[in-house]
């Protein structure tokens, strides 16, 4: 079989922390080699990609569309074209995708749709029904979920939480778990501060993401469950996380795309496209969530994307159903924070590579030899409009006509080439 | 300053909020109001400047006064005034609100006035429609023309308001009234107090412009003027506060507690009143204190200005832009 040659370009590696010059030979979908100079073969297809980046293809650890079970605005077709024309070879249905993801035969169907797809599918489990008693976790994990969890949906009884992380733990199954207090959290659409409180806004505060990383970063010590918290977005929600690993415990951390970019002055205007759930916050947490991406606090950056029905947005702020369509601009949104100077390239896509990959316990999310050659080549200072050059996703999106960085020329995943762009 | 010393028009084709306004936007609002106020004690109250133009009312909350108010305000102006009472139950049956909002439009309303529990609910129609809007209560954010007619019997009262001490007590965590007050008493220059228990106070509340208290007697030393505002059943419910009772004793207004206040301060309420809770009824009937009957008289002048003056402006804007 031939083999593929990408050569010119600057190769960044966040799991060995490489960036720097290289090419890279791909063989039967996995990469075979790294150098600075390999030969092309007479049969070698040769990618030059000289001064663009070649980084592991992105792995989503959260993205929602209308299957498995349902139909609508988002097709699991329409979510995969869309992931792979911006750089992201492996996406992670939410436990409440579609119908919702609760049992093992859920998990078959979409690895049963992963086999001809163009992008890898992983899938999460809703542990528990209704906050009330624990799903199928064991099997469904046998079925290939990469993981468990509450899906967004805070659980109240505790009790019940303890029981599932104790029996979670018995399979070394990371649990992903909304970092939100029930009831601080209940009926809220703005967060605390003073702007939201003179928009006379239901507010959510920042101690009810600590209260809720505390409470089940207690039960995690208890269990010696994995726990990822998923979608941080306060300050005061990172200095628990940190505070629970101090005390040793193995605590990963999910931030969403969109609380990267974004702050509460951009739903001011009460644009329904800016009613997020977390809802978005103050500077100062925006400003926490990007330093502790560069102190490595962070596993996974998130792109939640939720394509919504246009006339789910069709109401005042408050009405307006939250979520964004964001996948397309999860790598614009790091590669904006690199061209701004306040990440490294390595800082911005660890969380969205080698990060979410070891979450997962996949092989992809890496550039080494013998890995999966899932692969991206891309320009992380060209300059895009989100949403102009017509998206792949048609549905309401946060990032909407905002001017970001990055742009993706090649997705490449098990060796094939499944998004070019025409340039 | 004479009206026409006014080399300045009245800029605004919406009011969505107090917080869009200047001073002199006010001054203009408030001397237009005068007169109506003046016309409206007259036998024929019945003027012509929004002859052949169609107000439509869109109230999705329930209301009496202030539906009445504008309608009447509407009317004595000549305009085709149309009540919608829409309950927000027909938008949880499917229909969202921006099908509302252009099914609306194509009727070809001039005005429209919107009451919804949602803020920013009154800048969606008007940003949809593209129809000069007032807001007549978006939630918790906004109650515009509620503040300017509490602001506009102060005035009349005191010829001005700034440099005066008022206080607002109760609810001002779920109230408008209280957001628009703070934002037009803070703009003409009044000190303003806040004043309930920590329950009924945004947290943040102190960086409004405004100075928080829990103890009213504290609150209401040296005052002008206190405007106490409808406690809801609800609240007791929510563990807000414990009970109608403990709230009456600490934060009910009474003759004596006004004590600690100026011998002449005013009481107001944006009303409906409940009566021997916030506000005892020997003083809300008090003729010497209470402005409460006035601010409803006010308001009536209030919104004939508002429309009055927001229909000009978009008058304008048609004929430069056919």
């Given at each position: 079989m031939s083999a593929t040659l990408i050569t010119g370009a600057r190769l960044v590696d966040p799991a060995s922390g490489h960036d720097g010059p290289a090419n890279i030979r791909i063989e039967d979908g996995r990469i075979a080699e790294i150098g600075d100079a390999l030969p092309a073969g007479p049969d070698d297809e040769v990618v030059s990609a000289r001064g663009r980046v070649v980084a592991p293809a992105l792995v989503d650890l959260r993205a929602h569309c209308a299957e498995p079970g349902g139909s609508g605005a988002e097709s699991l077709d329409t979510l995969m074209a869309a992931a792979a024309s911006s750089g992201i070879g492996t996406i992670t249905l939410s436990p409440l995708s579609g119908t919702g993801i609760s049992r093992p035969e859920h998990i078959e169907l979409i690895a049963a749709r992963a086999l001809t797809a163009p992008v890898r599918l992983a899938a999460a489990g809703l542990a528990t029904s209704d906050g009330i008693e624990i799903n199928e976790i064991g099997l469904m994990l046998r079925a290939g979920a990469g993981l468990v969890g509450d899906g967004g949906r805070p659980i109240a009884d505790t009790r019940l939480i303890r029981r599932l992380l104790a029996y979670a733990s018995g399979f070394d199954a990371w649990v992903s778990l909304s970092p939100e207090d029930p009831f601080l959290s209940a009926g809220t659409i703005?967060?605390?501060?003073?702007?939201?409180?003179?928009?006379?806004?239901?507010?959510?505060p920042g101690v009810s993401e600590r209260i809720g990383i505390e409470r089940v970063a207690a039960l995690a010590e208890l269990t010696g469950a994995l726990v990822l918290f998923d979608r941080v977005s306060t300050a005061e929600g990172l200095a628990a996380v940190a505070a629970a690993r101090r005390r040793g415990l193995e605590i990963a951390a999910s931030v969403p795309a969109t609380h990267l970019m974004f702050n509460?002055?951009?739903?001011?205007?009460?644009?329904?496209?800016?009613?997020?759930?977390?809802?978005?916050?103050?500077e100062s947490d925006r400003e926490a969530l990007i330093t502790a991406i560069s102190e490595g606090l962070i596993e996974a950056v998130v792109s939640d994307h939720l394509a919504l029905p246009a006339d789910a947005k069709a109401n005042p702020f408050s009405d307006a159903?939250?979520?964004?369509?964001?996948?397309?601009?999860?790598?614009?949104?790091?590669?904006?924070?690199y061209a701004e100077g306040r990440l490294s390239l390595l800082e911005a896509l660890r969380p969205v590579t080698s990060g979410p990959a070891d979450l997962l316990g996949v092989q992809q999310g890496r550039i080494a030899e013998g890995a999966p050659a899932d692969l991206i080549v891309f320009d992380p200072q060209a300059p895009v409009v989100h949403g102009r050059?017509?998206?792949?996703?048609?549905?309401?999106?946060?990032f909407s006509g905002r001017r970001l960085h990055g742009l993706v020329l090649l997705t490449m995943v098990e060796g094939a080439i499944v998004h070019q762009a025409e340039t | 300053m004479s009206e026409a010393g006014f080399s300045y028009a009245f800029p605004h084709r919406d009011l969505l909020g107090v917080s869009g306004l200047n001073p002199l936007d006010v001054r203009i609002i408030f001397e237009r109001a005068e007169r109506h106020l003046a016309r409206n004690a007259e036998r024929d109250k019945k003027g012509s400047s929004l002859?052949?133009?169609?107000?439509?009312?869109l109230f999705f909350e329930a209301s009496t006064r202030t539906l009445a108010s504008f309608?009447?305000?509407?009317?004595?102006?000549?305009?085709?005034?149309?009540?919608?009472?829409?309950?927000?139950a027909s938008i949880k049956k499917g229909e969202s609100l921006a099908d509302t909002a252009e099914t609306l439009a194509a009727m070809r309303p001039d005005l429209l006035?919107?009451?919804?529990?949602?803020?920013?609910?009154?800048?969606?129609?008007?940003?949809?429609?593209?129809?000069?809007?007032?807001?007549?209560?978006?939630?918790?954010?906004?109650?515009?023309?509620?503040?300017?007619?509490?602001?506009?019997?102060?005035?009349?009262?005191?010829?001005?308001?700034?440099?005066?001490?008022?206080?607002?007590?109760?609810?001002?965590?779920?109230?408008?009234?209280?957001?628009?007050?703070?934002?037009?008493?803070?703009?003409?220059?009044?000190?303003v107090r806040l004043c309930g228990p920590a329950t009924l106070l945004p947290a943040d509340a102190d960086r409004w412009g405004a100075t928080v208290f829990h103890d009213l007697d504290a609150a209401l030393e040296g005052c002008d003027a206190v405007m106490t505002l409808r406690i809801q059943r609800e609240r007791m419910a929510g563990g807000l506060i414990p009970s109608e009772r403990e709230y009456a004793a600490l934060y009910g207004l009474t003759h004596d507690r006004l004590e600690t206040a100026q011998p002449d301060c005013l009481v107001m309420h944006p009303g409906p009143m409940n009566r021997g809770v916030e506000i005892t009824s020997a003083l809300?009937?008090?003729?010497?204190?209470?402005?409460?009957?006035?601010?409803?008289?006010?308001?009536?002048a209030i919104r004939m200005a508002v429309l009055e003056l927001i229909a000009e402006r978009s008058g304008e804007r048609t004929e430069i832009t056919p």
């Open positions: 703005a967060h605390e501060s003073d702007m939201s409180v003179r928009m006379g806004l239901p507010v959510r509460e002055v951009d739903m001011g205007g009460f644009d329904p496209r800016h009613r997020l759930d977390p809802p978005l916050r103050a159903v939250p979520g964004s369509a964001s996948i397309e601009a999860l790598l614009p949104a790091l590669c904006t924070l050059d017509g998206p792949v996703s048609q549905a309401p999106s946060a | 002859k052949g133009l169609t107000q439509i009312n309608e009447l305000a509407g009317k004595r102006l000549g305009a085709d005034v149309v009540n919608f009472s829409a309950g927000n006035v919107v009451r919804h529990s949602s803020p920013g609910a009154a800048k969606f129609f008007s940003e949809l429609t593209g129809v000069s809007t007032v807001n007549a209560g978006d939630g918790a954010h906004e109650h515009p023309t509620q503040a300017l007619l509490d602001v506009f019997t102060l005035t009349r009262r005191w010829g001005e308001i700034g440099g005066r001490r008022i206080a607002i007590v109760g609810d001002i965590l779920h109230s408008r009234v209280a957001r628009s007050n703070v934002s037009l008493m803070n703009l003409l220059n009044a000190e809300a009937d008090d003729p010497e204190r209470s402005t409460i009957l006035d601010q409803v008289e006010a308001g009536v």
